[in-house]
């Protein structure tokens, strides 16, 4: 079988999670099927961003209370708690991590989360809190108000990523929110990144079939669980290969023509099926009709009689 190989990266800075190019038909055929075989770069994931916020409010009063982040690629439970300690200066909302390295938030009056941006959900462990639930609140516990998230954070993007393509396989996952949700990728990887080392993942499970007219247009995009566009601060380098898929398009289109005709064959003798049972109806009808007939004349014939009985000559 025919097949080319390519390496492919991403040149675009500021959007390194995004490979865009145009590859013509290097093999001449009406169909390849295309495999991204592996995916490399360096492990430096944006984890926080300007633009990212948590927000409380605070005290019977309902104080607003807003945190805003820098950009970080680094972080621990420890060291996002003390983040937010540094953010809140001399606020009343202390934030530590308990033993099982969850976020824990304590204050001598009342508050809430009331709002966060998708980073700090991941970063928290509210990432499968919906929107309704918020503001979650405060317990008062021993002479303090406290609040506990319940799940651990994920301090490197979710556990699983994904990269999707305008020419990938469809893929099912389940979502909370919708249910199951579909999209094209052509790899997934797990997530067991450490930061700052080289990522290096390999594909054994996807490629798309596709008219070879469709590779002159493809891009990738590196999102996670949620397929939210991961930020990555280096190129992610991709190998590509292309196979010349005529043979397998040949007998797919021949099982289809095959299929196609035993329908074609099926819906004929359902007609002709209907079509007998509407001549026997039509039949039953007209004996029918013609039985009522006879009974008629019958009748007549009968009350014909009668009357010559009743008035002799």
């Given at each position: ?244 898929a005529d043979d397998v398009m040949t007998t797919y289109n021949r099982q289809e023509q095959y299929e196609e005709k035993e329908r074609q064959k099926q819906m004929l003798y359902m007609l002709q099926k209907q079509q007998e049972e509407d001549e026997k109806d039509k039949m039953a009808a007209r004996e029918q009709k013609i039985t009522a007939a ?20």
């Amino acid at each position: 079988m025919v097949s080319f190989q390519y390496t492919l990266c991403s040149n675009e800075r500021g959007g390194y999670n995004t490979i865009r190019c145009a590859i013509n038909n290097p093999i001449m055929c009406r169909y390849v099927t295309m495999t991204v075989t592996s995916l490399t770069s360096n492990c430096n994931i944006k984890v926080l961003r300007s633009d990212d916020f948590l927000t409380f409010e605070l005290g019977d009063n309902r104080q607003t209370c807003m945190i805003k982040f820098d950009d970080y690629t680094q972080l621990t439970p420890i060291t996002f708690a003390g983040l937010i300690n540094e953010r809140f200066g001399d606020g009343n909302i202390e934030a530590s991590v308990d033993n099982c390295m969850r976020i824990r938030f304590e204050s001598t009056e009342k508050f809430s989360i009331v709002n966060c941006s998708y980073n700090v959900k991941l970063l928290l462990g509210l990432y499968d809190v919906a929107d309704e639930k918020y503001p979650i609140e405060s317990k008062f516990n021993d002479g303090i108000y406290e609040l506990v998230i319940e799940s651990c954070g994920y301090f490197l993007s979710t556990p699983i990523l994904y990269l999707v393509s305008n020419l990938g396989t469809p893929n099912f996952r389940n979502d909370s929110k919708n249910g199951m949700q579909s999209c094209d990728v052509t790899m997934r990887l797990n997530n067991s990144f450490t930061p700052q080392i080289p990522i290096i993942a390999n594909n054994g499970e996807f490629s798309s079939t596709v008219p070879a007219g469709c590779i002159s247009g493809m891009y990738f995009t590196l999102v996670d669980a949620n397929m939210v566009p991961v930020e990555i601060l280096n190129p992610i380098y991709i190998t590509l290969t292309l196979e010349n898929a005529d043979d397998v398009m040949t007998t797919y289109n021949r099982q289809e023509q095959y299929e196609e005709k035993e329908r074609q064959k099926q819906m004929l003798y359902m007609l002709q099926k209907q079509q007998e049972e509407d001549e026997k109806d039509k039949m039953a009808a007209r004996e029918q009709k013609i039985t009522a007939a006879m009974s008629n004349a019958q009748s007549l014939k009968m009350a014909g009689l009668e009357q010559l009985n009743l008035n002799p000559d």
